[in-house]
Nanobody, 116 residues
Framework: QVQLVESGGGLVQPGGSLRLSCAASGISASIYAMGWHRQAPGKERELVAAITSGGSTNYKDSVKGRFTISRDNAENTVYLQMNSLKPEDTAVYYC??????????WGQGTQVTVSS
């Protein structure tokens, strides 16, 4: 059974940082493309960052230079380091794994709130 468990969300002031973690079980995060998505109230879920099995990364334009996705194969964990956070980054963040070109597996989400 595949499980993705996110952690690390919380309340942070604008300009602050958070690191989200996604612990995978039932799959090897090293051989799947992994992604972080987010969904703000009243908005559609959007892909924020992704990392391929080969380690290539891509980012939504609005987070480039602020967010970094990485993977620890030994820990079977994917991370999202978020710096210089803005109020518009407020959302529920979801970890996902891609199989066959589809985001097939999802975590339960972790809330990130950026507010003073």
């Amino acid at each position: 059974q595949v499980q993705l468990v996110e952690s690390g969300g919380g309340l942070v002031q604008p300009g602050g940082s958070l690191r989200l973690s996604c612990a995978a079980s039932g799959i090897s995060a090293s051989i799947y493309a992994m992604g972080w998505h987010r969904q703000a109230p009243g908005k559609e879920r959007e892909l924020v960052a992704a990392i391929t099995s080969g380690g290539s990364t891509n980012y939504k334009d609005s987070v480039k230079g602020r967010f970094t996705i990485s993977r620890d194969n030994a820990e079977n964990t994917v991370y999202l380091q978020m710096n210089s956070l803005k109020p518009e980054d407020t959302a529920v963040y979801y970890c996902s794994a891609n199989r066959g070109g589809l985001w097939a597996y999802w975590g339960q989400g972790t809330q990130v709130t950026v507010s003073s």
